[in-house]
């Protein structure tokens, strides 16, 4: 979820370019429907706003300006970062201003802004208006992350433009060295490899910090992302608790409890044990894990400051191929985060899941001033022919044929195959569960990781705190006795 200052500037010049024109072409040869549909608005400017990631920024600088080339349509589309997005199109909407006619909706917190009703009913909106439905829309051609933008009785409140995995990622130079091989084999008896539980994470962790020491590098284990950011309370409930086998945060959504002794998780032996694996891991990472949010560890992977980390797949591509913002380029390793015995077990039998599928939708406000529009302008973003290039600038994929696009094919093989993982096995992999009262449990949660993080409380207290302020807030907000 949560993304990148750093991300923002991940638009190579010359993807810029050849995305730009050959999207203008087609925008040309495409010209006919959209101009017809467009026709009403055209001359008029509809604003939106989304987070300054790699995917927004290219809508931004790509596809609004070969839209408004088409349509005539004039596109004001504000990138900024994930809290000033939120706080502005959340009071826009609360207030039903207006300002904003196309949102940036992220799949964690979909279910609060219908529990509001701050979205237009997209499928509604298109039964009434077939004339501004692209005839090559084709939802079925989304992959299965659409579905987390509809509500109970199926019906669509926003077009998915990006989705990628919470994965982790390794340097290749460092885990192919003989010499290294040989050191970390002679140490742990093992053959160094990416690390497929906590323990040899830990044990990774550690010899490269070592040997980062030794040898004079400014070289650490890990990355954490440890800011006092709500990122940090996403990194533990969406990163590391999920691995060992404690989803959705905890929370019993039968009896909405978070107690191990009212049936919930959050306080769980395995919840700690997680907690407190993953507090251990500062001792071996960078000294800005502290101060790092998703955009800070991207930053840090990319500048060769850590030999693994758990960071948003969205990365990945520039991190493997921009050499103006990457010293890892042609070294990326891309592998599934380390899981605790019996958890993949359980993703795979539909029971659990592995770690993170983030994302986010365009959705048009409420109170939009140019619905149609706006709709247009969401259709003309998830075009199916504009996906290859949409893929190779942002790491995402929101249609199953992209897979198969051709750019993403040979994009893959510089990505140490990611796009791949990503088709084979998205499914293991699940968003934010959908609680309408996410924000509030997420504030009232992470003070106690912050206090863990700083060692004024242990793992174990943080989270016994934690469970129980959440049974709290729970009873107030409704949920449960």
């Not at 203008?24 to 608005?41: D, N």
């Not at 949010?293 to 500048?303: G, I, M, R």
């Not at 247009?376 to 290039?389: H, P, S």
Request: contains cysteine; proline residues 4%.
């Amino acid at each position: 979820m949560k993304k990148s200052l750093l991300r923002v500037v991940i638009l190579l010049v010359s993807i810029s370019i050849i995305a730009g024109f050959s999207i203008y072409a087609c925008a040309e040869t495409a010209g006919s429907w959209w101009a017809q549909a467009s026709a009403p608005y055209k001359g008029i400017t509809i604003k939106g706003i989304s987070e300054s990631t790699p995917p927004s920024k290219y809508m931004q600088e790509i596809l609004a300006k070969s839209f408004t080339k088409e349509t005539g349509i004039n596109v004001e589309f504000e990138v900024t970062s994930w809290d000033q997005m939120y706080d502005k199109e959340i009071k826009d909407m609360e207030a039903g201003t207006g300002i904003y006619d196309f949102v940036y909706v992220e799949q964690d917190i979909i279910s609060s802004y219908l529990h509001n009703k701050y979205l237009l009913d997209m499928s509604d909106f298109m039964d009434k208006n077939p004339g501004l439905v692209f005839k090559d829309l084709d939802l079925n051609d989304f992959t299965s992350f659409i579905n987390d933008f509809k509500d109970d009785k199926g019906h669509l409140y926003g077009l998915p433009f990006e989705a990628f995995l919470k994965i982790s990622l390794y340097r290749k130079d460092l885990f192919g060295d003989k010499k290294i091989q040989d050191a970390f084999k002679s140490e742990y008896g093992w053959d160094l490899r990416p690390a497929v539980n906590f323990k040899e994470y830990g044990q990774i962790a550690k010899f490269f910090t070592k040997w980062g020491k030794d040898h004079n590098m400014q070289l650490w284990g890990t990355t954490v992302t440890a800011a006092s950011h709500p990122s940090a309370f996403y990194e533990v409930f969406e990163t590391i608790l999920p691995p060992a086998g404690v989803y959705n945060w905890g929370i019993n959504m039968e009896n909405w409890k978070a107690t191990s002794a009212d049936g919930g998780a959050m306080d769980s032996s395995k919840a700690k044990e997680a907690l407190a694996f993953w507090i251990s891991m500062l001792d071996y990472a960078p000294p800005e894990a502290t101060s790092s949010t998703w955009d800070e560890v991207a930053a840090t992977f990319a500048a060769g400051r850590a030999a693994q980390g758990w960071v948003y797949g969205e990365n990945a591509a520039w991190i493997a191929t921009d050499a103006t913002k990457s010293v890892v380029v042609g070294n990326l390793g891309v592998a599934r985060p380390p899981l605790m015995e019996g958890v993949l077990e359980e993703a795979e039998a539909g029971k659990g899941y592995i770690g993170y599928y983030d994302g986010g939708a365009l959705g048009i406000s409420h109170s939009s001033k140019n619905p149609g529009a706006a709709m247009l302008f969401a259709q003309w973003v998830t075009r199916k022919d504009f996906q290859g290039e949409f893929a190779k600038a942002g790491s995402r994929i929101v249609r199953t044929s992209t897979f198969d696009d051709p750019i993403v094919l040979e994009m893959d093989k510089k990505v140490d195959g990611y796009y791949s993982m990503f088709k084979k096995e998205g499914y293991l992999y699940k968003g934010a569960p959908p609680f309408p009262f996410h924000n509030t449990i997420l504030e009232v949660i992470l003070p106690y990781i912050l206090k863990a993080i700083t060692g004024e409380m242990t793992a174990s207290e943080a989270l016994d705190a934690a469970a129980k302020a959440t049974n709290e807030e729970l009873i107030k907000l409704g949920y449960g006795k």
